[in-house]
Protein backbone atom coordinates (compact mmCIF):
# COMPACT_ATOMS: atom_id res chain seq x y z
CA UNK A 1 0.00 0.00 0.00
CA UNK A 2 2.50 2.63 0.72
CA UNK A 3 3.79 2.45 -3.02
CA UNK A 4 0.30 3.54 -4.02
CA UNK A 5 0.89 7.67 -2.56
CA UNK A 6 4.39 7.20 -4.57
CA UNK A 7 2.46 6.29 -7.98
CA UNK A 8 -0.16 9.16 -7.16
CA UNK A 9 2.84 11.71 -6.67
CA UNK A 10 4.69 10.82 -9.72
CA UNK A 11 1.70 11.05 -11.81
CA UNK A 12 0.88 14.82 -10.66
CA UNK A 13 4.61 15.81 -10.75
CA UNK A 14 4.73 14.24 -14.88
CA UNK A 15 0.97 15.90 -15.59
CA UNK A 16 2.51 19.07 -13.22
CA UNK A 17 5.52 19.31 -15.75
CA UNK A 18 3.96 17.69 -19.36
CA UNK A 19 1.13 20.59 -19.22
CA UNK A 20 2.79 23.86 -19.14
CA UNK A 21 5.17 22.53 -21.53
CA UNK A 22 2.36 21.45 -24.15
CA UNK A 23 0.98 24.83 -23.66
CA UNK A 24 4.22 26.50 -24.30
CA UNK A 25 4.45 24.47 -27.55
CA UNK A 26 1.49 26.55 -29.32
CA UNK A 27 1.26 30.32 -29.32
CA UNK A 28 -1.49 31.97 -27.68
CA UNK A 29 -3.82 34.88 -29.76
CA UNK A 30 -2.85 37.08 -27.36
CA UNK A 31 0.57 37.94 -29.15
CA UNK A 32 -1.44 39.74 -32.21
CA UNK A 33 -3.07 43.29 -32.23
CA UNK A 34 -6.76 42.59 -32.96
CA UNK A 35 -7.29 46.70 -33.19
CA UNK A 36 -5.01 46.98 -36.36
CA UNK A 37 -6.46 44.63 -39.09
CA UNK A 38 -4.47 44.21 -41.94
CA UNK A 39 -6.24 43.56 -45.61
CA UNK A 40 -3.89 42.57 -48.17
CA UNK A 41 -4.03 40.84 -51.74
CA UNK A 42 -1.52 39.18 -53.96
CA UNK A 43 0.07 35.75 -54.56
CA UNK A 44 0.66 33.04 -51.50
CA UNK A 45 4.04 32.11 -51.41
CA UNK A 46 5.56 28.52 -49.63
CA UNK A 47 1.69 27.35 -48.60
CA UNK A 48 1.54 24.18 -46.44
CA UNK A 49 -1.00 22.58 -45.45
CA UNK A 50 -0.53 20.98 -41.98
CA UNK A 51 -1.75 21.11 -38.37
CA UNK A 52 -1.97 22.82 -35.82
CA UNK A 53 -2.53 25.43 -38.42
CA UNK A 54 -1.89 25.93 -42.19
CA UNK A 55 0.77 28.37 -43.23
CA UNK A 56 1.34 30.77 -46.03
CA UNK A 57 4.13 33.41 -46.68
CA UNK A 58 2.80 36.87 -48.73
CA UNK A 59 4.49 39.66 -49.74
CA UNK A 60 3.02 42.77 -47.76
CA UNK A 61 4.25 46.20 -47.68
CA UNK A 62 7.48 45.35 -48.72
CA UNK A 63 7.99 42.99 -46.47
CA UNK A 64 7.73 39.00 -47.10
CA UNK A 65 4.83 37.82 -44.26
CA UNK A 66 3.86 34.79 -42.51
CA UNK A 67 0.07 34.02 -43.04
CA UNK A 68 -1.30 31.95 -40.04
CA UNK A 69 -4.55 30.27 -41.03
CA UNK A 70 -6.64 27.54 -39.40
CA UNK A 71 -6.19 24.18 -38.93
CA UNK A 72 -6.82 22.22 -41.90
CA UNK A 73 -9.87 19.96 -40.82
CA UNK A 74 -11.83 23.10 -40.21
CA UNK A 75 -10.66 25.04 -43.19
CA UNK A 76 -12.29 22.07 -45.00
CA UNK A 77 -15.07 22.08 -42.98
CA UNK A 78 -15.81 25.62 -44.27
CA UNK A 79 -15.14 24.80 -47.97
CA UNK A 80 -11.25 25.73 -48.69
CA UNK A 81 -9.53 22.68 -49.74
CA UNK A 82 -5.55 22.39 -49.94
CA UNK A 83 -6.39 22.86 -53.95
CA UNK A 84 -7.54 26.42 -53.39
CA UNK A 85 -4.28 27.31 -51.54
CA UNK A 86 -1.35 26.42 -53.94
CA UNK A 87 2.11 28.51 -54.38
CA UNK A 88 1.44 31.55 -56.31
CA UNK A 89 -2.36 31.23 -55.90
CA UNK A 90 -4.14 35.01 -55.61
CA UNK A 91 -5.52 35.58 -52.39
CA UNK A 92 -7.22 38.81 -50.31
CA UNK A 93 -6.14 37.84 -46.37
CA UNK A 94 -7.65 39.63 -43.67
CA UNK A 95 -5.98 39.56 -40.41
CA UNK A 96 -4.30 41.24 -37.57
CA UNK A 97 0.15 41.95 -37.05
CA UNK A 98 1.84 40.44 -34.10
CA UNK A 99 2.09 42.50 -31.32
CA UNK A 100 6.38 42.74 -31.42
CA UNK A 101 6.82 43.43 -35.08
CA UNK A 102 7.28 40.22 -36.41
CA UNK A 103 5.84 40.10 -40.00
CA UNK A 104 3.34 37.49 -38.62
CA UNK A 105 -0.43 37.70 -39.20
CA UNK A 106 -3.08 35.79 -37.87
CA UNK A 107 -5.80 35.71 -40.46
CA UNK A 108 -9.66 35.87 -39.26
CA UNK A 109 -11.24 35.23 -43.28
CA UNK A 110 -9.44 34.69 -46.76
CA UNK A 111 -10.67 35.34 -50.30
CA UNK A 112 -9.33 32.80 -53.06
CA UNK A 113 -11.32 32.37 -56.43
CA UNK A 114 -14.27 34.96 -55.27
CA UNK A 115 -15.03 32.55 -51.95
CA UNK A 116 -14.62 33.93 -48.84
CA UNK A 117 -13.89 31.51 -45.80
CA UNK A 118 -14.20 32.46 -42.06
CA UNK A 119 -10.61 31.05 -40.59
CA UNK A 120 -11.76 31.68 -36.79
Known sequence: MRDRPT?????ALALAVIVP????AHHGWSSYDSA???KATGP???????NPHAEAQ???QGKSWA???APTSRMESRGLTRDMLKDGTTATVEGYPRTDG?????LERIT???KTIELR
Open 7 to 11: RTALA
Open 102 to 106: TPEMR
Open 58 to 60: MDY
Open 21 to 24: VAAL
Open 67 to 69: VIL
Open 112 to 114: VAG
Open 36 to 38: KAI
Open 44 to 50: LKSVAWR
